[in-house]
């Protein structure tokens, strides 16, 4: 059986197995994926909770994920010092 992508859905039991951790730069240090898994409320949705880099540069930093290879787009977020 071949499926399409018109073939799953956001309930579907494939898309709940994980193909690869995804890698994580805040600022070009590597922070840790502490989980990845469907976003409450949101079907179809994947969220990724990462833990900030002790050494990552306070203020607006930018954000990339990796995935199998993929690097995506630079997003920013911002990072306070405590």
């Given at each position: 059986m071949r499926?399409?992508?018109f073939?799953?859905?956001p309930f579907d039991p494939l898309l709940m197995i994980p193909i690869a951790t995804p890698q994580i730069s805040i600022g070009g240090a590597a922070a840790g994926v502490s989980s990845v898994g469907e976003a409450p409320g949101l079907p179809g949705v994947t969220q990724i909770n990462v833990v900030v880099p002790a050494d990552a540069p306070a203020g607006t930093v930018g954000i990339t994920l990796q995935l199998l290879g993929t690097i995506s787009?630079?997003?920013t977020v911002?990072?306070?010092v405590n």
């Open positions: 499926l399409t992508p073939d799953l859905t787009n630079k997003a911002a990072i306070a």
